[in-house]
């Protein structure tokens, strides 16, 4: 496999499974690009800009310099994420994430997708969470297209997705929108730009993990409001509002044309 012209990409994927809802996030991050005479490693500097976006956050809220972000926990009270050791109230708890997806315009324009499932609904005859997954796989394909490579990590929790991530190097049925390819309803499009298997990551350990969680956990809770399934408390403060919060044009409004927020619908 050639290196393509464009360098490589990472992907950092989390998920968010509710019933009946099955929601998966990537965020891409640069890790190699070309120059007008070799070849640059940038993804140091996205690293030191989140470095600084996740200081500031513990400097303005009060919240403990390494604790995991970890966005259910933070809206529902939990986590002792104050540097007293004590958890956020509920309006410190969402006035944190507003801010934290708000502050996200260090990424590059289109870095963060989402897919989801919800019920019985089916892509390639795959249910919930791997029916999105291939979803957002599909999306991520066509973002490389023929000029970027890949490299993909999973939060570590779910080392069965390596099994679908390879099943998608291989054989992936992409359709087309404008209805077919002339040879059929549907195309092989695998992730064949990825020249590695997946990876696992710890949580705690990657802030681009912890920008997935933020990304998943919002758009989940928007696509519960959407569908009348959001407790009335996480109503009342505004958790529903969240994801459309997130810096402009980091959301990747081109993964689809349904909707105008950058999340692919399984229907």
């Known amino acids: ?41 940038v993804w140091q500097d996205y690293l030191d800009k ?20 970890h966005t259910s926990e933070i809206l529902a009270r939990r986590g002792l994420f104050k540097k007293n ?8 708890g969402c006035a944190f994430v507003a801010d934290a997806v ?22 390639m005859g795959h249910k919930g969470v791997k029916a999105a997954l291939f979803a957002l796989f599909q999306r991520i394909r066509k973002q490389c ?7 993909m990590f999973f939060d570590d929790g779910h080392p069965e997705y390596i099994h679908h991530y390879r099943q998608a190097t291989r054989y992936m049925p992409t ?9 059929g309803a549907t195309r092989n499009m695998p992730l064949d730009m990825f020249p590695k298997d997946a990876n696992l990551k710890a949580s705690d350990k990657s802030l681009f993990v912890q920008i997935a969680d933020l990304a998943v956990v919002t758009a989940r809770l928007k696509l519960h409001q959407e569908r009348n399934e959001l407790r009335a408390k996480r109503v009342r403060q505004g958790h529903h509002l969240l994801y459309d919060q997130f ?4 959301r990747n409004t081109a993964a689809t044309g349904k909707r105008s927020d950058g999340i692919v619908a399984i229907i």
């Open 1 to 41: 496999m050639e290196l393509r012209r464009n360098g490589i990409d990472i992907y950092y994927i989390d998920e968010s499974v509710y019933h009946p809802l099955s929601v998966v996030s990537a965020v891409r991050v640069p890790f190699l690009r070309p120059n007008p005479t070799s070849w640059d490693f």
């Open 50 to 69: 989140a470095t600084d976006w996740r200081k500031r956050l513990s400097r303005e809220h009060g919240i403990r310099a390494r604790a995991e972000i």
């Open 85 to 92: 050791r004590t958890n956020l109230t509920w309006q410190e």
């Open 102 to 123: 708000g502050t996200l315009d260090f990424l590059p324009p289109y870095s963060v997708t989402t897919a989801y499932a919800a019920g019985d609904a089916q892509l």
């Open 145 to 151: 297209g023929n000029h970027t490579n890949g490299i």
């Open 175 to 183: 359709g087309s929108s404008m209805g077919g390819w002339g040879d």
């Open 247 to 250: 810096a402009k044009n980091v």
